[in-house]
């Protein structure tokens, strides 16, 4: 696993060195190449599907999920209040005016990863700030949610804590033949603002 992402991260450099020397355009704000290139080398882009289902459960208004699938694969599945949005239309006005509302960590999201790369890529040299990339995308979201996975017997009572928010949630968003209660935050460290209240986004988004 850790392989696989070197390899992405390597792919990554290489595509962010391609957007360096692009040419800009005047209207738009971009971020400087090096501190792009130094993003690029951070994880702290990455939100873990377990962050990510935590805060659609609590419904957290400062979350806001772009999903990049083709729009057929979108309308068969997604998660709640996830706006589709096409990558090839990340540099459209109507695109970046909801990626760039104040208050708002937005969380790309794909199949995998790549597709989420190259589109925070695109919108970090844009300038959009508060950007993510759920690890794994909804292969992993389903992976980890949505498949029950037997517990080690040797597990800790971390991973145990966690092996127990994975089945509420999975209750939660298929349901067990009763009302699944909201499961506690799974105790990962990972650090995001978050802002409270902010407007809603709309449902456009250049598809």
Known sequence: MERKY???AILMIVLALGLVVLPKKKEMKETDPKALLSAVVEKSRYLSVDLVTHRIIENDPTLLLIDLRPVDQFKLFALP????????SLLTATTLALMNQ???DKVLLSNSD??????WLIATR???TRIYVMKGGINE???TIIKEKPANSAASSTELD???FRK???QFFIGAGETASVPEKPKVKEKVQVIRKAPEASSGGGC
């Open 6 to 8: 070197t390899i992405l």
């Open 81 to 88: 209040r996830a706006v589709n949005i096409q990558p090839d």
């Open 102 to 104: 104040a208050g708002k």
């Open 114 to 119: 790549l597709t989420s790369e190259k589109a």
């Open 126 to 128: 844009s300038s959009v």
């Open 141 to 143: 979201w389903f992976n």
């Open 162 to 164: 966690l092996i127990s």
């Open 168 to 170: 509420a949630a999975r």
